[in-house]
């Protein structure tokens, strides 16, 4: 057994290999290909106010993603202040921005709430999850509203045609699936899945978790008011992805920047590379052509505006992020919360 464990430890992390290659590789091609001094230039002249602008907008997408949270908590009757939950996500998001893992924030959040309420770690470790759920669902629901409009343009190219696709594919199963996990009938089930369930180890703490998902179906008031919030969220940020566009110049009406950074969201936020990065500028690259925001053609602004728009997104994340690890540099001073269940 301890040659096991020893053997499990020292183990090859193929897929953070992978993702370094990916982002490494994707980087390289655009270090060696773009004209780096332009893009910079467009960084530096890019209208301040607008800059300023999304700035703010994406602080205000951390405080409507923390109200969220404190909804999806509230169904499980854990009360915590929203101030604290604020502070929670930021610190998530700095590990996320410096942790080559694609959830190292995520397991943060999950230690640090568990701190807060020790007496209810499996919902508490639930409601991360949840939250992720909703973000999701939302993220679907909004580029389905959105992207009937646009699928005349997203149709000329075969990749963002099958991500079209993917997109309404993706947004119908969960659907299913969420029904299912909710309202389906447990106590129907033959007797033999029954004897089964007797027989698997840590039965309680799964029933536990089973029982506080099933919570988000009896709550359906609360349930759709943070399935709601999430959809403003992912509307927040998109103005915010659309102010940048604004600041350098790009003449961009407000849907189709929601279509363009809904499929750039929902593609950085698979494992393919480290935080996105590659992934994102490829994908900028391709819907601006696609928008005929840039191209070859004479006249037409060149692939460093999309790459200029990639680096001043990012930046808004990276701003936050260190405004997290000036929060976690201070939070091990933070109390376990008063009554936090009821």
């Known amino acids: 057994m ?25 980087l390289g091609y655009l270090i060696f290909t773009q004209d780096w001094i332009k893009i910079l230039g467009l960084v530096r002249t890019a ?19 923390s109200l969220r949270w404190w909804i999806i908590l509230l169904i499980q009757k854990i009360h915590l202040p929203l101030s604290r939950l604020i502070g929670l996500n930021l610190i998530g998001q700095f590990f996320s921005a410096f942790l080559p893992g694609s959830t190292g924030g995520d397991v943060v959040r999950v230690y640090y709430l568990i701190r807060q309420v020790p007496e209810r770690k499996a919902l508490a470790t639930l409601s991360i999850v949840v939250d992720r759920i909703f973000g999701l ?19 000329r190219d075969p990749h963002t045609r099958q991500i079209a696709f993917s ?40 029933t536990e978790i089973f029982h506080g998902g099933r919570a988000y179906g009896r709550s359906i008031p609360l349930s759709l ?10 509307l927040v940020n998109f103005s915010a992805s659309w102010f940048i566009m604004r600041a350098l110049g790009l003449e961009v009406d407000f849907f189709s920047a929601v279509i ?4 750039i969201i929902t593609a950085i936020s698979l494992p393919i590379s480290i935080s996105g990065f590659g992934v994102r500028e490829g994908l900028f690259i391709l819907l601006f052509t696609l928008y005929g925001l840039i191209g070859d053609k004479p006249g037409m602004r060149g692939s460093e505006y999309a790459i200029a728009t990639s680096l001043l997104y990012y930046s808004l994340y990276f701003f936050w992020s260190l405004v997290g690890g000036l929060v976690y540099l201070g939070w091990s001073h933070q109390r376990k919360a008063d009554p936090a269940v009821s």
């Open 2 to 26: 301890p040659d096991m464990v020893e053997k499990k430890r020292t183990g090859i992390n193929w897929g953070l290999i992978i993702r370094l290659a990916v982002t490494f590789g994707i």
């Open 47 to 65: 209208d301040k106010w607008a800059l300023a602008t999304a700035l703010a907008i994406s602080g205000g997408t951390l405080c409507l993603l």
């Open 137 to 155: 669902v939302a993220l679907l629901l909004v580029t389905a509203i959105a992207l009937p409009s646009q699928l005349a343009i997203l149709d």
């Open 167 to 206: 997109l309404y594919l993706i947004l119908a199963l969960g659907g299913i699936i969420g029904l299912l996990a909710l309202y389906a009938p447990i106590h129907l089930l033959p007797p033999v899945f029954h004897r089964l369930w007797l027989r698997i180890p840590g039965r309680s703490l799964i």
């Open 225 to 234: 008011g943070a399935l709601s919030l999430g959809c403003v969220v992912h």
């Open 260 to 263: 363009m950074m809904a499929i």
